[in-house]
């Protein structure tokens, strides 16, 4: 029977529930335990689908096709267990389905209200699925207090009276700020965020205090006197030199151990941490460095490619290299001289993105790359934009563009209308609705044998995960192929390009899909070490 861990977090938000969950995760698995990582988000979207990545960064996806927070590519980063669609729910998800119940019916007449019909349906979601699962980490979005999470927190308060003390343990990360003037670090606002914790029924078993210094013994205790828990429970959660060092450092601050001694577990093997401790090294003490250019529409806010930086760095341990990433806004490009920003660098990535804004500027980042040399991969909407600087530049193709922006002379990116995935027929059209009509999950393609792709990946039959509407049009397949853009990998039915490279060219490839998604540190994924070590091999030229 599952045991439940409730990550909650108050004072400000973004101090690092996400990692703390996924690297507890971690440590449980490297105990021999099996896990699962869920996350309640308090906002009213039904899912970040339609959210703009400046205000909630990137959205992951999962297998199952869920646009999902991207706490949950944390999650799947640290433990390598598959995340999908009931791992992550909203409260506009949870209203749109007690409000769907309603109109149905099937609440018999009685008054919908918060409690018990909106905290039961969440208590659902949480507990739902568990068969086979030793522990269930929970982290419940936001921070304690604000006014859209007290459903939340009023459900897990349940859950630890319905399943009792031995299967529920609740873990609150709060802000210890070292105030300069002051000289000291202050502990008022741990006090004050417990305080909020318990005025709505939670006593959090243990504490992770976020801050910038070491935190005495004598914080330590004063910490665990002024909100009812033991000194050993108060567990300092400081800054990194990486964040895949955050299992090593939990261990050694007895994170893990507390947590299972809240559940009665004191016997339990200690942890194998060698692969982290492999990868920490690789990460501290590279043999080189390489630079890659990201040349995309979101830059200032870094979260809009949380899994993209994380896939490269994933790339950089693959090579023993620390990867350099040199931010580059598309726009630029429309104003200048490519060469300018792109001169000196081993590598050009053109990430996902939406809208005809910087398209321009990320074309001619594409040819530069190609009639440079320098290694380039396309991801989504930058797969796309190599095509059309392709059809545009080799192939003659005059006014080749995107259906997206208007009505080209050459639409050789188009709205599909109707695709296959396994044995069903999916359907969608211009008039339908923004959120969750995009071809999202994963999806099977079939790599050409002898392509560079079908090398890398090692076999031809691959699974990746999407998130876009638009195609590339398999129509123009012949006219590009002729000029040198290889279509190496299709859907099964050959109807959806997946892959374009070009032979060639020293590392040209764009694909459909996002690959980065699907990268670990512990298992890279093999684009991003190709793509890397061909930027390797390309700062050896310079």
């Known amino acids: 029977m599952a045991r439940l861990i409730f990550i909650t977090g108050g004072v400000v938000s973004s101090l690092g529930k996400g990692l703390a969950s996924a690297a507890l995760g971690a440590l449980l698995q490297a105990r021999g335990y099996s896990v699962r990582l869920r996350k309640l988000d308090p906002y009213l979207n039904v899912d970040p689908g339609t959210m703009s990545p400046y205000q909630h960064g990137e959205v992951y996806v999962t297998d199952d096709g869920a646009e ?17 669609r009931s791992d992550n729910v909203t409260a506009g998800r949870i209203y749109q389905n007690i409000l ?18 909106v905290t039961d349906l969440i208590k659902e979601f949480v507990i739902a699925g568990l068969d086979g699962i030793d522990f269930l980490l929970c982290e419940i979005g936001g921070t304690v207090g604000d006014i859209e999470g007290l459903p939340f927190f009023e459900a897990i308060r349940q859950l630890g009276n319905d399943l009792g003390h031995d299967r529920t343990c609740f873990v609150h990360l709060t802000l210890v700020p070292y105030i300069t003037s002051a000289g000291e670090l202050k502990t008022k606002p741990t006090q004050h965020s417990v305080k909020e914790l318990r005025s709505i029924g939670i006593q959090p078993d243990i504490l992770l205090c976020r801050s910038d210094m070491e935190i005495s013994s004598d914080d330590r205790r004063k910490i665990a006197l002024f909100c009812n828990v033991r000194a050993e429970r108060v567990i300092p959660a400081l ?26 577990i004191k016997d339990a093997p200690e942890p194998d941490l060698s692969r982290w401790r492999a990868v920490v090294d690789r990460a501290l003490k590279p043999e080189g460095e390489v630079k890659i250019a990201v040349v995309g529409k979101y830059t200032q806010v870094k979260d809009s490619y949380k899994s993209l930086i994380e896939a490269l760095i994933h790339g950089g341990l693959a090579n023993n290299v620390r990867v350099n990433i040199d931010w580059i806004e598309s726009e630029v490009f429309e104003k200048g001289d490519a060469a300018v920003y792109l001169e000196d660098r081993n590598g050009i990535l053109v990430p996902g993105g939406f809208g005809e804004r910087g398209s321009e500027g990320k074309i001619e980042a594409v040819k530069f790359a190609r009639e440079r040399g320098v290694p380039f991969f396309g991801i989504c909407f930058g797969m796309q934009m ?18 997206e922006f208007g009505q080209p002379r050459h639409p050789v990116i188009a709205l599909m209308t109707e695709w296959t995935k396994g044995n069903d027929v999916e359907r969608r059209n211009s008039d339908t609705d923004l959120g969750g009509t995009m071809r999202l999950g994963a999806y099977d393609a079939t790599l050409r044998p002898g392509s560079r792709v079908a090398e890398i990946y090692g076999t031809t039959t691959i699974s990746e995960r999407h998130r876009h509407r638009y195609e590339v049009n398999i129509e123009y397949q012949r006219q590009l192929e002729e000029h040198g853009l290889v279509f190496s990998g ?37 684009l991003f070490a190709s793509f890397v070590g061909a930027a390797v091999q390309q700062s050896r030229l310079v």
């Open 386 to 403: 190599a095509v059309i600087e392709t059809a545009r530049n080799l192939a003659g193709l005059t006014g080749a563009g995107s259906t």
């Open 68 to 84: 999902t927070d991207l706490d949950l590519g944390h999650y799947e980063r640290f433990t390598g267990v598959a995340s999908s």
């Open 490 to 526: 299709l859907s099964p039915d050959g109807i959806l390009p997946e892959i374009v490279e070009i032979t060639d060219h020293p590392w040209f490839i764009g694909v459909q899909f996002h690959p980065e998604l699907k990268s670990k540190p512990l298992d890279p994924h093999p």
């Open 100 to 117: 769907s119940r309603e109109r149905q019916g099937l609440y018999l007449g009685r008054t919908v209200q918060v409690i018990p019909h």
């Open 239 to 264: 800054n990194l030199n990486t964040i895949y060092n955050a299992p090593i450092a939990y261990h050694n601050e007895g994170f893990d151990t507390q947590v299972l001694e809240v559940f009665g």
